[in-house]
């Protein structure tokens, strides 16, 4: 079984932004396979349903980023996932726009929602799947960043890059990540 937790906050005024993309892989895996979520007693919307054959439970926090790792815990703890079941999808301002980048382990960066994850594991021994939404301009809070929409030329790669994500993300749970870091770890046009 695995665990696909994607980092965003609830809320319409959220929706579309450079911090939510990881909910946007996780709504397109849900459409894409036919799995609905429900709102549950955890700190959460949780959805479980087959990907490819194999179980998967469907996360989306509603802690808002920075209090991730409370959801996470909560819905590990009550399906009894191990940290090597969970794929945690996030955004990545020091990755340019669209490019994707896997790792199997590794610590929070300057991601607050991952830093919350690793908090309350104790430990970064997991995979995370970090779609660009950068680079950070110059002159500008990094919460702003995150916060704001992506820019018109900026829209058609970053609907691309969540499919490709949602693809890793598949590839991870049928075969194994080495094979989705050797597929995705690379620019979409390589």
């Given at each position: 079984m695995q665990m696909i937790v994607g980092v965003g906050n609830p809320g319409l005024e959220y929706k579309n932004t450079r911090h939510n993309v990881g909910f946007d892989?996780?709504?397109?895996?849900?459409?894409?396979?036919?799995?609905a979520f429900k709102q549950t007693r955890f700190s959460g919307q949780v959805a479980e349903g087959i990907i490819l054959g194999?179980?998967?439970?469907?996360?989306?926090?509603?802690?808002?980023?920075?209090?991730?790792?409370?959801?996470?815990?909560?819905?590990?703890?009550?399906?009894?996932?191990?940290?090597?079941?969970?794929?945690?999808?996030?955004?990545?301002?020091?990755?340019?726009?669209?490019?994707?980048?896997?790792?199997?382990?590794?610590?929070?960066?300057?991601?607050?929602?991952?830093?919350?994850?690793?908090?309350?594991?104790?430990?970064?021994?997991?995979?995370?799947?970090?779609i660009g939404v950068g680079p950070l301009p110059e002159n500008i809070d990094i919460a702003d960043f995150v916060l704001s929409r992506f820019k018109s030329d900026e829209k058609e790669s970053i609907k691309k890059a969540i499919k490709r994500a949602a693809n890793a993300v598949e590839v991870i749970t049928n075969d194994c990540i080495e094979v989705a870091q050797t597929q995705f770890n690379c620019q979409p046009h390589e």
């Open positions: 892989v996780v709504n397109t895996l849900a459409e894409t396979w036919g799995i194999q179980k998967v439970i469907l996360v989306k926090p509603t802690t808002y980023v920075n209090k991730s790792g409370e959801c996470v815990l909560q819905v590990m703890n009550y399906y009894a996932v191990e940290r090597h079941e969970l794929i945690v999808v996030l955004d990545d301002f020091d990755l340019p726009v669209g490019r994707i980048r896997i790792r199997s382990a590794g610590g929070a960066g300057t991601h607050n929602g991952l830093r919350s994850i690793v908090d309350y594991l104790g430990a970064g021994d997991f995979a995370r799947v970090r």
